[in-house]
T-cell receptor
Framework: DADVTQTPRNRITKTGKRIMLECSQT?????MYWYRQDPGLGLRLIYY???????NKGEISDGYSVSRQAQAKFSLSLESAIPNQTALYFC????????????????FGPGTRLTVL | SQQGEEDPQALSIQEGENATMNCSYK?????LQWYRQNSGRGLVHLIL?????REKHSGRLRVTLDTSKKSSSLLITASRAADTASYFC???????????FGTGTRLQVFP
């Protein structure tokens, strides 16, 4: 979805390096998410943010940190990358508005393929 | 893990056949959603069914929800080669504000 962009799309790095993955959105959504996808494990939530001042840990936050620089920008950092962080990373957004049953439909970016050697 | 379970893990069919995927989950939910992922791409929302609904249609898609059994199914009718993708269910549990994704079903549709 062109409304949610991720940079870089591919990255190869070495163990111990600091890496930042960036996500930008033009959908005007309040909520943003970072997920990790590994083969056979589906998507797992790393961090999520409901507004600029609200950051929450997800299921697998160890080894990661995030920054919500603005409503439209949410960055994920790996302070010291390790090989088992090799994965496909997705950013997603959702709209806080809407009725209680439908507000959490999520819109995904194209993903960043990260390889840690 | 709080993830939902999907079955089958993989499904291969011929064009024109129907494809059925099932999803089971563990907690009470506001809604259940199905997403599609083409290889290596981002997920795309397909359909959402609310907890007070039992069946929903969208084009060739039919979703059912049985909250008593905590299960859902996605039926794709008259499948096409372009339907080849992975399909994920995602539950929106009460009071969590997060989606819980299943492990996905890989669908291969042969021409």
């Amino acid at each position: 979805d062109a409304d949610v962009t991720q940079t870089p799309r591919n990255r190869i790095t070495k163990t111990g390096k600091r890496i930042m993955l960036e996500c930008s959105q033009t959908k005007g959504h309040d909520r943003m998410y970072w997920y990790r996808q590994d083969p056979g494990l589906g998507l797992r939530l790393i961090y999520y943010s409901f507004d600029v001042k609200d950051i929450n840990k997800g299921e697998i936050s160890d080894g990661y940190s995030v920054s919500r620089q603005a409503q439209a920008k949410f960055s994920l950092s790996l302070e010291s990358a390790i090989p088992n962080q090799t994965a496909l990373y997705f950013c997603a957004t959702s709209d806080l508005r809407g009725d209680i049953f439908s507000y959490n439909e999520q819109f995904f970016g194209p993903g960043t393929r990260l390889t840690v050697l | 893990s709080q993830q939902g379970e999907e079955d089958p893990q993989a499904l291969s069919i011929q064009e024109g056949e129907n494809a059925t995927m099932n999803c089971s989950y563990k907690t009470s939910i506001n809604n259940l959603q199905w997403y599609r992922q083409n290889s290596g791409r981002g997920l795309v929302h397909l359909i959402l069914i609310r907890s007070n609904e039992r069946e929903k249609h969208s084009g060739r898609l039919r979703v059912t929800l049985d909250t008593s059994k905590k299960s859902s199914s996605l039926l794709i009718t008259a499948s096409r080669a372009a339907d080849t993708a992975s399909y994920f269910c995602a539950t929106d549990p009460y009071n969590t504000d997060k989606l819980i994704f299943g492990t996905g079903t890989r669908l291969q549709v042969f021409p």
